[in-house]
């Protein structure tokens, strides 16, 4: 079969067209691509909110799974058919934070997807130091998930929790209700906020406490959660300036906020209360391997539930629907593009 991609031209538009299958080079293996995932980020750049960093003509995409076509030169360790996902960073390994030990945060940081081109295409050559390995047995559909389930490890890693402490999340979408999943594993009381009320159902059906952000209704609703104390840890995940004011009023004395979302523009934050209760912030992007492995166990002993976050799954010829029907919001939780390699008759 001819190899296909996925190509972002400009704003709201993606084509679907023919392929170079890239031979790998030393250091390098082609993936056959199974699924790729789409997220926020990826919806930025079809608005057209990242031109200057991806370019023109970019194949996007990075939350993914699919199985080894071909090894390059020097590669060890890895045979074709072997199941895999990819950690899209490559990092200088020079700069301070590469020296200081985080690579993830690499001064000089190149995102497969962003900076390189990504997933969304049927054949990907990738280096082969990004690949972590999938169990044979793990669905990978399912496997499209450990990119944003490692977000949320690395979230919740960075919170430094405690068991039994009163977490806050503030925004269910994918990565909200994936921090909140990983949270409460780690014996957190997490109660999630979310104004769309297909997002609190599916938290329900989850199991994780939740509440819509309606000024009275979410006050009293948090007192008697935390015994009018407040949440010791807040995941602020909306994006919005809403959330972040609701994340800091909700945090108890000493309480820590962590910042998931992206805030492209500077936000107001109530500084005075940061020294009347003596707050922390802490900022939380990205993951390392460590990130990704938990990832890929909690996946695998069902711990993440994968399949109802998994709203729908697209063709790649119908990547444009995929991204519309997540942008709609109606519905709609995590959406997938079958990239193809995954055979008619075999298990996702």
């Known amino acids: 079969m001819n190899a296909r991609r996925v190509t ?4 709201r538009t993606l084509v679907v067209d023919a392929a170079e299958k890239t031979p790998p080079a030393p250091g390098q293996v082609r993936v056959e691509v199974a699924y790729t995932g789409i997220c926020g980020t990826d919806l930025h750049v079809y608005h057209g909110a990242m ?3 991806v370019g023109p003509r970019a194949v996007i995409g990075h939350e993914m799974s699919g199985r080894i076509a071909e090894i ?7 045979r074709p058919g072997d199941h895999v996902t990819v950690m899209p960073l490559s990092w200088c390994g020079t700069c301070p934070a590469c020296r200081a030990g985080h690579t993830h945060i690499c001064h000089h940081l190149v995102f497969l997807g962003l900076d390189a081109p990504g997933s969304l295409q049927t054949s990907w050559t990738v280096p082969a130091d990004t690949l972590v390995r999938l169990p044979p047995d793990l669905r990978l559909d399912h496997a499209a998930l450990v990119e944003p389930t490692a977000v949320a490890v690395h979230d919740v890693r960075r919170a430094e929790l405690r068991p039994g402490e009163k977490v806050l999340v503030v925004g269910g979408g994918p990565i909200g209700l994936l921090i909140a999943v990983v949270a409460s594993r780690a014996e957190a009381d997490v109660l999630l906020v979310e104004p769309d009320p297909y997002r609190r159902s599916v938290a329900g059906e989850l199991g994780l406490a939740h509440v819509a952000p309606d000024a009275g209704e979410f006050g009293e609703a948090v007192a008697r959660w935390s015994d009018d104390a407040g949440a010791a840890v807040a995941f602020e995940v909306s994006g919005a300036a809403a959330g972040v004011t609701t994340a800091v009023d909700s945090l108890a004395t000493r309480g820590r906020l962590i910042q998931v979302a992206i805030h492209p523009a500077p936000r107001e934050v109530n500084l005075h209360r940061f020294f009347w209760r003596e707050l922390t912030l802490i900022g939380a992007r990205l993951y390392d391997r460590a990130d990704f492995e938990a ?3 909690l996946i695998t ?3 993440i539930p994968a399949t109802a976050l998994i709203s729908r799954i697209e063709p790649l010829e ?3 629907a995929a991204f519309e029907a997540l942008e709609s919001g109606a519905g709609v939780m995590k959406v997938l593009i079958d990239c193809g390699a995954v055979g008619e008759g075999e298990a996702r």
Do not use: L, N
């Open 318 to 320: 119908r990547a444009a």
């Open 301 to 303: 002993e069902g711990a």
């Open 72 to 78: 390059g030169p020097d590669v060890t360790g890895w």
């Open 8 to 11: 972002y031209t400009e704003a």
């Open 295 to 297: 990832a890929v166990r």
């Open 51 to 53: 031109d200057t960093r």
